[in-house]
């Protein structure tokens, strides 16, 4: 089982900049394949903002690009989200996400769980 919390979220004028964190609750840190930040505006489906994939690979969603960074402390069980250069459109919902394996990989056994932090709210406006 893994529990996700998130913090860090606010009200921010376009341009400025906030700073998402989200802490891991998990046995085995090493066990966790993907995590990062998802979100979601009333407008628009869940959609991926950026996440860590298989060690050190990164993936960003092509809005994002340039001006937000992620970032993680796998010893403390963080990941961060730095944001810059906000804009009204990054209005959304922050959800974190991680993506556990259990069993041997390629065995019979092998499965991906899905979890969910609670999601922290990101407001851009004048």
């Known amino acids: 089982q893994v529990q996700l919390m998130e913090r860090g979220g606010g009200l921010v004028q376009p341009g400025g900049s906030l700073r998402l964190s989200c802490a891991a609750s998990v046995r085995d840190m090493s066990s966790i394949v993907t995590m990062g930040w998802y979100r979601q505006s009333p407008w628009n489906a869940r959609e991926l903002v950026a996440v860590f994939r298989n060690a050190d690979i990164t993936d960003y969603a092509d809005s994002v690009k340039g001006r937000f960074t992620i970032s993680r402390d796998t010893a403390k069980k963080l990941v961060h989200l730095q944001m810059n250069n906000l804009r009204t459109d990054d209005t959304a919902v922050y959800y974190c996400?991680?993506?556990?394996?259990?069993?041997?990989?390629?065995?019979?056994?092998?499965?991906?769980?899905?979890?969910w932090g609670q999601g922290t709210q990101v407001t851009v406006s004048s």
């Open positions: 996400y991680a993506r556990q394996s259990r069993g041997p990989r390629g065995s019979y056994y092998y499965r991906e769980y899905d979890f």
